[in-house]
């Protein structure tokens, strides 16, 4: 606390289920008439008798306001103390506690509070991520620093590592692609020696039309090294698998080396590999964007799943709607959006210009990585109905609530203006994005939603409809028909296969509650891509300590979970064919602290990026884990 400042400290008993929140005022002068308003990942549930010392007096999702008494003053040095017994969570680590906090005084002016990591049982700690676990190259590997591990390697010898791999010659497209892979690991490993640079070890790259798409073949012949593919992708792989065997003899010379001779042949299990970002709880500026792109790249990824808007903010400017960009994209106190997720009083968001995603999409694309742009519907849609108030059923009574706590967020498929306005939003994400794809989430969608809207009643009852997912159909299918006369394909995440669902010609669906689920898809006729919290959900902490950061609704997901994650191995072989790949999902509740990102994400991002590209049988855990050290990070802070 610094000083003239309050202080919240927060405890979290679990014997007693209960979080208890002190208020320190470290002002000089006694506080009367204020509130304390707090962002959270808990919510409480401010249910009579169930909070003690003061009301929760405004709550939307994990923003809370709480009065003391009536009457109540706070001298200096002195503290006011809150508990709660319901919760939304068992508070299993720090990560959930208050991330933000400041008061509200009686002329309505603000004074900031600083909120100090929540605790257990009364127990001081402090946050202590724990590193990736690592390990020795296990004898009978190939000594050779490679990840996602290739289909099939057979090397002989080691050499002197060269000063750096130079293109020897080859087609156009093969030197161009020499040219991005260099500058690609340039930025990935400032301050390095070069692993590209000319007056090296010469690279001979030759077309071999019999090979895949994403396929490559390496021979290492002493003078020289020869790399064979059918097009840019192959070539690319090829080159960062290079760059990534001359790293490692460099590094580690002790464990890896780069080999005198031999051959390896490779190509990914999966057509689909990606991983899905969340710019919409936390914004992220397209450099941070940029560089996680380059570490997908440099894993063999070739998806980036952009999760552009959710209740908590919109991420992209969309000309017909101005309404977006000026309310939609900002939360703050005194704002339609309230603070939320560790964002406090002053006004935080933005939206990227068509101009940034333009040049964000041409260099993830020169990279291989497709930038498949989401926008959640017809849930998680607080921000737009805030912003276009219009959206909603203005005779609608009720109240529901996403799992998520906010209050009616739903589109309604029953007012013709959802349409109208989508069909902008999607004309405008289809020029900007070039990838085949337009997500539209479908997913948690409150089981009670639009039953108090009169015109959503009307139109359930005229098709005979009984439950709202059959509405929720309804609705999809209708976006389906907008998106496929763009000339895209629909993916959603697999609650959209509710109610009748999409259509599974031309979608995909994400599988994200259990890998089970995705086989339930398939046998419906979705493609799938399996993203299943249990093993590819990375906002969930990596053990059950307590100052392990993340979340553990889904479990605890340590590195070992998502690598020996076997996509459809128990799947049927005649539903493999559906199966397009994998991703991981990185939600940013809790990256207000942007220094807990590459915590959560590495080395389990390369680990689902080998379950993407290697055989199964040609995993091996203890082999990652004495490579995994050597693979980029985005250093992010």
Sequence with gaps: MTPGQCRLDSDWNPDAGRLTLTLVNGLPETLGAFRLAFTSSLRIKGEAGTIHGGPLVEQVSNYHVIAPPEGFRLAPGASWTVTADKLSHDLRHYTYGPKSAWLILADGSTSPVAATPMTRGGVPGVPSPAPAPTGPLPAGEPPVAVIPHPATITIKGAREPPRALSFGEGPPSARATFGAVAALSARLFPGEPPLFAEGGLPCRAEVDAALGPEAYRLRFEGAAVRLAASGVAGFRYGLITLGQILRGARLKPDTFVFPQAGVIDDAPRFPFRGAHLDVARQLYTTDEVRRFVDCLAWNKMNVLHFHLSDDEGWRLDIPEHPELAEVAAWRGYGLPIPPLLGSGVGRYGGVYSAAEIGALVAEAGALGVAIV?????????????????????????????????????????????????????????????????????????????????????????????????????????????????????????????????????????????????????????????????????????????????????????????????????????????????????????????????????????????????????????????????????????
């Design 373 to 637: 742009p989401e926008i959640d519907i017809p849930g998680h849609c607080y921000c737009v109905l805030q912003a276009i108030p219009s959206l909603r059923d203005p005779g609608e009574t009720g109240v529901y609530r996403s799992i998520q706590g906010f209050p009616n967020n739903c589109l309604n498929p029953a007012v013709e203006k959802s349409y109208e306005f989508l069909e902008a939003v999607f004309a405008t994400i289809a020029g900007l994005f070039p990838a085949p794809w337009i997500h539209v989430g479908g997913d948690e969608v409150p089981h009670d939603a639009w039953l108090g809207s009169p015109i959503a009643r009307a139109l359930m009852a005229k098709h005979g409809w009984t439950e709202i997912f059959q509405l929720q159909s309804y609705f999809l299918k209708r976006i389906q028909v907008i998106i496929s006369g763009l000339g895209k394909k629909t993916g959603a995440w697999e609650e959209a296969a509710l109610g009748g669902g999409v259509e599974a010609t031309d979608s995909y669906l994400v599988a994200w509650r259990k890998s089970a689920s995705g086989l339930a898809l398939a046998e419906a006729g979705y493609d799938v891509v399996l993203a299943p919290a249990e093993h590819a959900y990375f906002d969930m902490a990596q053990s059950d300590a307590f100052w392990e950061p993340g979340a553990s609704w889904a479990g605890t997901v340590p590195l070992s979970a998502s690598y020996d994650f076997d996509p459809g191995g128990d799947w049927p072989e005649a539903e493999r064919s559906r199966l397009l790949g994998v991703q991981s999902c990185l939600w940013s509740e809790n990256l207000c602290d942007r220094a807990l990102f590459d915590h959560l994400v590495f080395p389990r991002l390369s680990a689902i990026a080998e379950t993407g590209w290697t055989p199964r049988e040609r995993k091996s855990l203890p082999r990652f884990l004495a490579t995994h050290a050597l693979m980029p990070a985005t250093g992010m802070r």
